[in-house]
RNA sequence: GCGCGGUUAGCUCAGUGGUAGAGCGUUUCAUUGACAUUGAAAAGGUCAGAAGUUCGAUCCUUCUACCGCGCACCA
């Protein structure tokens, strides 16, 4: 094989490059040689003479991915588009930091270690709370910073020596400081409510917590009799076993069916307890019989009316899930739902069940376990949030903070504008302990998260990196917690550091099955990406991911994209290698010169002709352009439009057509222009397929800086 | 119930007020020196349906259908 190719051996090449691009030959290494250079780090970084003091930093914080997670193709994708703004961004001068680090995500860890002690059974309550923690920390070194690895596969650029955990000493420090200042502010307070209660996680949980889960069910109407009178009222109920609780049946003041009942009294079935009909607005009357029984202990709108009607609450239902005392005694003790049927039974008995009908509702239920949510009073910690709403939702009316694309801003601002006081305590162990003395509960995972974009970077500490690198310029995440997530950091931020968190928050698309199912884990309909990664390489994965995030709408995976990222790679590297291993001048000496001059026209040979020169200006300008506008499309955060702009004009334009022609050509002018567009084309490419570019730009001959990471972009 | 997004080639998706585009797939042809993970070409679309604005609508407006999602006080 050598023999054939001596002739065209060239010297001055340090090695040959192999025929197809291998990505496992090179992308560890290429990751290796980034890490040990230190280049990840800002503080390694060249200030750049030309970017004005205050803008000179760029900085990313990943939303830090639970310890209980493994990279899943959201991660992927973000972490994607995250490495290539951070990537673009450093080529340009910025001093850039992506800071990475994992959350502890109280709950759902929580439940991880819960069930593998239940393999032995073995419960947290037998080991106590000090012993489960040690296990949960253990569990935390073992499996915690996997994910983390899976990032350094996929190329990303995060600097390893400022990892954060938000269970750090130095974050549990800015945990206690945000609250104490909340309290001092008088914004936090503890009060009995009706809250959203776990049975299976035993804990609280925030409104925006719960998911909610269609379930065919039954609307039972039951026949209240009226007291010291014929007849009876008639209530439509799907819970019938929470009308042990019940202390009032409420109708609309408008309701003329019912106009003269009001004030009237039933004799409450089963309890024997008189209770009053009384009226309220908030009442529908289209809903059931438009008569409704009031249970002010366990469902969120009776609490409020039963609050507002000073109306007694009967707690029936005990925090595990089953029937308290106060149901009494032919209840007590009972699960729910043997609960429900017990009660059913015995208004048939008594012939008090007018009818029943196929009803289709949904229930809520906990977003870490799927669990049933009993609603139920509780003294739990509350942060007022009037005036942090206030703040978020100056903070992106004004514009200081932006959503891409812009129609989030609705799910944010309609969340905070209807908002009601944060439940910030839960009944779990793992998680950042409440300070103030005898508090055994920690605080929801969110307060701390809440608090990322700062306190990873020192807060409530005056530190160099908080003054360096804060606010950050970019948030990027998934929809679903813009809520939960994104609005939190923005009025932590405003709060506890006077400025906005980030000036831009990229909600990118959903990567959904083919089918536009969700991808899951459980359903055995998810991807991982790490398989992909071993089949195609990190480069093309990336490219896979990218190609397809379009105008940030969700995305169904086609794997397609991944194999067509694997062939550009080729593609790539064999221009390289094109241009790097065979000069154009001696491939000229070859006899089959004449014929390839012929593709190109009659006067291509040897000298460049004028219309070489036209066709090399053209390119030039082609080339340009693409800069231009992959650049403005990253820059607003168009990253697929990015991708296929890049893909085309290497592939078609580049490839296709001038490196075709310019066989035929034996000039100078070919070989810099070559030689220049291939340098400007990794670059390019360089965000968005990192390892690839970075190995062609280590075999080139001549190169100005010591990684292609690092060039001048 | 309110709101948001989608509907363009067989599949996954771009796009524009004036002959409709890409990737993959299909068909035909080519090719010993960058690359078969290739090249040249072809077939394939009433741009969901209806009405309106316009000289002209796939694009703007309204309505309808279907799909997906979010929110709600889902008794």
């Known amino acids: 094989m050598l023999k054939n190719k001596k002739s065209f051996k060239i010297i001055s090449m340090p090695k040959e490059l192999s025929k197809t691009y291998n990505p496992k030959e090179v992308e560890d290494k290429i990751y290796q040689l980034w890490e040990k250079s230190g280049y990840f780090n800002p503080d390694n970084l060249p200030a750049a003479s030309s970017i004005k003091q205050q803008v000179s930093s760029y900085t990313i914080v990943v939303p830090p991915p639970n310890v209980t997670g493994s990279l899943h193709m959201g991660h992927a994708l973000n972490a994607a588009i995250q490495d ?21 995500a109280g709950i759902a860890t929580q439940n991880v270690v819960e069930k593998e002690l239940k393999k032995q059974n073995v419960s947290r309550h037998d080991l106590g709370r000090e012993k489960f923690l040690e296990k949960v920390w253990e569990w935390k070194e073992k499996y915690g910073g996997i994910i983390l690895n899976q990032f350094k596969k996929l190329g990303c650029s995060m600097d390893w020596s400022r990892v954060r955990f938000t269970m750090d000493e130095q974050y549990q420090k800015a945990v206690n400081e945000a609250f104490l200042r909340y309290y001092k502010k008088g914004w936090l307070y503890k009060a009995e409510r009706v809250i959203n209660w776990c049975v299976r996680c035993q804990t609280s949980l925030s409104d925006l917590e719960l998911e909610y889960k269609e379930e065919r069910s039954k609307l039972w109407h039951i026949k209240y009799p009226l007291l010291n009178e014929k007849g009876f009222i008639i209530v439509a109920t799907t819970r019938p076993e929470t009308m042990l609780g019940d202390s009032a049946i409420a109708v609309n003041p408008k309701d003329k069916r019912y106009k003269n009942l009001i004030g009237k009294k039933v004799l409450l079935p089963i309890q024997n307890r008189e209770i009053p009909i009384i009226a309220d607005e908030e009442i529908d009357m289209e809903f059931g019989t438009g008569a409704v029984k009031l249970t002010p202990a366990h469902d969120l709108l009776d609490a409020r009316i039963g609050e507002k009607h000073k109306l007694p609450v009967y707690k029936v239902i005990g925090p595990l899930g089953k029937m308290a005392p106060e149901a009494g005694q032919l209840c007590a003790g009972l699960k729910v739902l043997e609960c429900r049927e017990k009660v059913m039974v015995e208004l048939k008995n008594q012939n008090l069940i007018e009818k029943e009908e196929d009803y289709n509702h949904n229930v809520a239920v906990c977003y870490r376990c799927n669990g049933v949510i009993e609603p139920q009073p509780s003294l739990q910690w509350f942060l007022k949030m009037n005036e942090l709403a206030k703040l978020a939702i100056k903070a992106v009316k004004s514009g200081e903070v932006k959503f891409h694309p812009k129609n989030w801003e609705k799910i944010y601002f309609s969340w905070l504008e209807n908002i009601r006081d944060w439940n910030v305590s839960r009944q779990i162990w793992w998680g950042h302990k409440i300070p103030l003395e005898g508090e055994t509960d920690v605080l929801d995972t969110w307060f701390s998260s809440a608090l990322w974009p700062f306190a990873t970077l020192g807060w409530p500490d005056k530190t160099k990196d908080l003054k360096e690198f804060y606010p950050t310029q970019v948030i990027s995440t998934a929809r679903d917690i813009i809520n939960l997530w994104v609005a939190r950091m923005i009025f932590s931020g405003l709060e506890f550091t006077g400025q906005k968190p980030f000036s831009d928050v990229i909600i990118h698309g959903t990567i959904l099955t083919k089918d536009g199912k969700r991808m899951s884990k459980s359903l055995g309909t998810g991807i991982d990406p790490m398989i992909l990664i071993e089949k195609y390489g990190a480069d093309a994965t990336r490219f896979g991911l990218i190609w397809q995030a379009m105008g940030n709408q969700d995305i169904h995976w086609d794997e397609n994209a991944v194999i067509a990222g694997k062939k550009f790679a080729n593609k790539v590297w064999n221009v390289a290698r ?35 020169f036209d066709e090399d200006k053209e390119f030039i300008k082609k080339l340009n352009t693409t800069k231009k506008q992959v650049s403005k499309q990253v820059d607003t955060y168009e990253f697929g439009q990015a991708l296929h702009s890049l893909y085309d004009f290497v592939w078609h334009e580049f490839a296709d057509k001038y490196i075709e022609s310019s066989k035929g050509r034996n000039d100078e ?21 990192p390892h690839l570019t970075e190995e062609i730009y280590q075999n080139l001959p001549n190169k100005n800086k010591e990684f292609l990471m690092i060039e001048k972009w």
Do not use: C
């Not at 290539?84 to 502890?104: F, Q, S, V």
């Not at 084309?681 to 360089?686: A, G, P, S």
């Open 84 to 104: 290539i703004l951070i990537r673009k961004k450093r080529m340009e001068g910025y001093k850039t930091l992506w800071l990475p680090g994992t959350d502890h």
């Open 578 to 612: 094109f241009i790097l291993m065979n000069k154009p001048s001696q491939i000229n000496t070859d006899s089959n010169a004449d014929t390839r001059g012929k593709n190109i026209g009659e006067n291509q040979r040897g000298n460049p002709s004028k219309s070489a």
């Open 669 to 689: 002018e070919v070989k810099i222009v070559l030689n220049n567009a291939l340098l400007e084309v990794i670059k390019m490419l360089h965000p968005f397929m």
